[in-house]
């Protein structure tokens, strides 16, 4: 039986490229870390380009040869979005494509578009940025996932949320949906005869930025609940399996192998049947073609 992946199984990516969404911090920096140490070309892919100088710096204070680049991105913006993928399509190819960046039960907040910010960002964005590169990406497609998708619904008729917000739901449609749409994407990519793969990842329960919105009792009691959790790097290491593993295929689903998923080395993860179902994952891609305007052509 595999003892899992970690950073330490990662290989040599000499000569490779990376986009990593989100890796000014958390997950995405401790990936874009790890892949600049062991030789790639990491593009970071931010919102917050201050930041991204700031998570810049601190890697290459790890990783003095580390060969990065900085791409503006912000996924809550479709025009700008549009802007980030015309950059990547005039530059070099790139061999993977890591979607990581995401939000996690903010208060009510809407998209430029006026879409609900975790559908908006987590799917929406990741679904129009996708499939505007799609085509530049020569290797794999990385969608981040949750095990908050197992009891994830999707709800098209309120995606503004004018009539109720309730956080932790809008999260879990947000996460069946990436699922949703990595078993999609890589159905199309193998029908088209692509080489490109799409391949699922989630980071067990992690204790990153994504935690701030946590209600204040529940980050009082982070400190104690720590050590059942994995770490930023840790969460990062099914990121890293999907970028990288030796022995990944395409519509894989990996995530820590500890009990209830939640931490540990990386390994094969549970996706739900609803998460699988071929019809509801058509039904999202055609209505994610209407809501961005963004048709990956597959």
Known sequence: MSRGFSADDVSAQTGRTFLVTGANAGIGFETAKVLAARGAHVILACRDTDRAEVAMNRIQADVPNAELSLLPLDLADLDQLRDAAKAVLAGPRIDVLVNNAGVMIPPRTLTKQGYELQFGVNHLG????????????????VITGSIAHRN????????????????????????LANLLFMF?????LGAAERATQAIGCHPGVALTELQRHLPLPLRA????ASPFFNSAAQGAWPTLQAATGAHVQGGDYLGPQGLGEVSGRSGPARATRT?????LARELWMRSIELTGVDPGI
């Open 184 to 188: 999609e994407l890589d159905r199309r």
């Open 126 to 141: 990741t679904f129009a940025f996708t499939g505007l590169v799609h085509g530049h990406v020569d290797d794999r497609i």
């Open 221 to 224: 009691m982070t400190p104690l």
């Open 275 to 279: 998460a699988r179902d071929p019809k």
């Open 152 to 175: 994830g619904t999707m709800d098209y008729s309120d995606l503004s949320a004018a009539r109720s917000y309730h956080n932790w739901p809008r999260y879990q449609m947000s996460k």
